[in-house]
């Protein structure tokens, strides 16, 4: 009988936005399109970086995974949403709830330590260039990604150890459109008291090394940018680091409101439109904020075009 009871829940049942019918059609239509633009926005970039000799940097290698990872991010989630917004119903197996949790919470972390290697990258190249050849070697580049990508999966799975140890007998609905730890764990039918701590410092913790990373990194940079009495060095060093600083204030932001600042009980359509923006858009406008205003990511654009048989203007 007990072992029943802890295993009578074998799906949830994820409210989403709206049940109205049109609606779910039309975000179906709005976020199918988002999510074939990201692919093809990150794909790109992956691409260019590969087959242009002139992005063989440190810079793009990291820029590569991290499209890499915004890839693997996106199609943890919004397939399964586009999936449940086509059939007009948000059901979702145990299985599949834990693996959309393992997929989404490993990406995200190994993203959280990618833009702080990134922030250290642009770190030596600015204020260590005598020493930048030989820290970024090709070897050092694929042991800081590799291992972004590990620590991710290693945060990943105590995530998910932690939330499906628990036993859940009921009710089975979130209030979301995706398997979100913390309203899974609300489910729970024992104490989660201890695994909610476990889960903070462990978010918290990684957090704040990255945190701290960043925001060292750029606070030498600054005071070694104010020191060039170039211009151009100043527009160069400013302009390589603009777009990983608005990608990282956004990423940061987002992710310290959403797992670390305590959430109100009556804010869940608040948490919804969050959570839409970080799982949606942010994956969407990370390869436009790279590439709008880079001149080598364009140019390599141009060869393209030019082997092609285009001639951009």
């Known amino acids: 009988m007990i072992a029943e009871n802890l295993t009578s829940i074998t799906e949830f ?10 609606t779910q059609l039309l975000l179906f239509v709005v976020l199918l399109l988002i999510y074939l633009l990201t692919i093809m926005g990150n ?4 691409l260019l ?66 833009l702080a290697i990134m922030a250290y ?65 609300k489910l729970a039918c024992d104490d989660t008291h201890i695994t909610q701590t476990i889960v903070l410092v462990l978010a918290g913790f990684g957090i704040l090394i990255a945190v701290i990373v960043v925001l060292t990194s750029y606070v030498v940079i600054v005071l070694s940018v104010l020191k060039m009495r170039s211009v151009t060095g100043l527009r160069k060093a400013f302009s390589t680091c603009a777009s990983h600083l608005i990608v990282v204030t956004v990423f940061y932001g987002i992710v310290i409101f959403t797992y670390v600042v305590p959430r109100s009980e009556t804010s869940s359509d608040r948490d919804k439109n969050i959570a839409l923006f970080y799982v949606v858009v942010t994956p969407f406008l990370n390869p436009i904020i790279y590439t709008l205003r880079n001149k080598d990511v364009h140019e390599a654009v141009a060869k393209v075009l030019r082997r092609g048989g285009f001639e951009p203007k």
Request: with cysteine.
């Open 121 to 185: 990258d642009r770190y030596l190249a600015i204020c260590q260039p005598l020493l930048y050849p030989i820290a970024m070697d090709r070897w050092h580049q694929m042991q800081l990604a590799s291992s972004c990508w590990a620590a991710g999966f290693i945060f990943g799975a105590i995530y998910v150890g932690c939330t499906f140890c628990h036993a859940y007998c009921g009710p089975n609905c979130i209030d979301h459109f995706l398997c979100e730890m913390p309203l899974v764990l």
């Open 43 to 46: 794909m790109v970039v992956i």
């Open 13 to 22: 049942i994820l409210v989403g936005f709206s049940s109205q019918r049109k």
């Open 49 to 114: 970086v590969q087959f242009d000799s002139c992005l063989q940097t440190p810079m793009y290698y990291f820029l590569m995974h991290l499209s890499g990872l915004e890839i693997c991010y996106v199609t943890s989630t919004e397939p399964q949403m586009l999936a449940h917004l086509l059939a007009g119903n948000g059901v979702i197996s145990y299985s599949r709830c834990a693996a959309q949790l393992f997929g989404y919470l490993s990406f995200g972390a190994a993203e959280c330590l990618l």
